[in-house]
């Protein structure tokens, strides 16, 4: 496997705690399933897997409370199911009848170096190698390409983002030690329908937070 690094900034970011869905409340600092979520939208496929190891904290945890406009519902499967099946029936929402204003807690001015490792999934393309792959995420990443823009957590928060070449030669993290608790770590989807989250116990060091391997003891359901 072989190791890239991406620096993320913007000028909001909400990781949000799955405990407070309702009234968003963000973790202090970038999840890795987040962080994965950048990598895959600059180069996903099939024959490949990216897996975080480290995410480095480069300007200081700072909050801010917003309130924001978001619909209540979903549209039901059962409609979707039905539209299908019959070839017509309504599928719209409409926002002005739907619509919420729920408070969140986000962060606010982030930046992050987030290092992570390509691994090739030969099985899924035998005809490739993994040199393509690295390559291709080179070429994007280089070039500031995307297959959709990379967010820091909720969509409308975008990311901007930049290949480090040589992470030895970057300023230091926050200098900064505090326990976070349990972050969630990643999606386990070993039963597609039916997904469950898997997390650890989050230490930030020094700016940096160290991200368990999926399949270790720290990781849990």
């Not at 939208?41 to 480095?56: D, F, G, M, Q, Y």
């Not at 978001?70 to 029936?89: D, F, I, L, P, Q």
Request: charged share 30%.
């Amino acid at each position: 496997m072989k190791p890239y690094c991406l620096e993320l900034s913007g000028p909001w970011a909400c990781f949000t705690r799955p405990e407070m869905k309702v009234e968003r409340v963000s973790y202090d600092v970038m999840t890795p399933s987040a962080a994965r979520a950048c990598f895959e939208a600059i180069l996903w496929k099939p024959a490949i897997r990216w897996h975080v190891r480290r995410i480095e904290v480069l300007r200081p945890i700072r909050w801010i409370n917003l309130r924001r406009n978001e619909v209540a519902s979903v549209v039901s499967t059962r409609n979707v199911e039905t539209a299908m099946r019959t070839g017509k029936g309504d599928l719209g929402l409409y926002i002005e009848d739907d619509r919420q204003q729920r408070a969140g807690l986000f962060l606010r001015d982030v930046a992050y170096r987030v290092h992570a490792e390509l691994e090739f999934l030969a099985e899924r393309d035998p005809q490739a190698n993994a040199t393509k792959y690295q390559e291709m995420f080179e070429r994007r990443a280089r070039r500031g390409q995307c297959v959709n823009q990379p967010y820091l957590g909720c969509r409308e928060f975008a990311a901007a983002f930049r290949l480090v070449e040589d992470p030895t030669a970057e300023p230091p993290p926050l200098a900064e030690t505090r326990d976070l608790g349990f972050m969630l770590h990643d999606l386990d989807f070993s039963t597609a329908a039916d997904p469950q989250p898997r997390f650890f116990r989050a230490q930030l060091e020094n700016g940096v937070v160290s991200v368990p391997a999926w399949g270790s003891a720290e990781v849990r359901a």
